[in-house]
């Protein structure tokens, strides 16, 4: 008796594994074809210029309408000085929204890009 005790358990244990596997790759199926499914969204950004008085110009970034940075001063330049134009904090904006569309964040700056962007 005691062996047919045996077999029908390890029967059942088996029969059971095999049904938590199945039952398992149906939920991973599921699961992939959910997420091929779902479609994600690059993120908008915005760029602001504001003036910041004795100070000069600046601008904020917008991601998604909320405030991802502040800017108050041209970055990398000793001193706290703003840009001298509405157009060249705006253009600075620009580029570091660039950097934040291909993942750089934070979005640094060199003296040797802001040169080249004209801004200095």
Not at 98 to 111: A, I, N, Q, R, S
């Amino acid at each position: 008796m005691r062996i047919f005790e045996f077999l029908f358990l390890t029967l059942f244990l088996l029969y059971s594994c095999g049904q938590e596997s199945n039952e398992s790759s149906d939920i991973i199926e599921d699961d992939t074809v959910a997420q091929s499914g779902n479609k994600q969204t690059a993120p908008e950004f915005t760029v602001v210029t504001v003036e910041y008085p004795g100070v000069g110009w600046g601008y904020q970034i917008l991601q998604d309408g909320k405030l991802a940075i502040d800017q108050k001063h041209i970055p990398v330049i000793q001193g706290y000085k703003g840009f001298s134009s509405k157009e060249k904090a705006e253009k600075t904006g620009g580029f570091i929204v660039e950097k934040m569309k291909k993942g750089v964040f934070p979005p640094t700056l060199t003296e040797t890009e802001l040169d080249s962007l004209g801004v200095l």
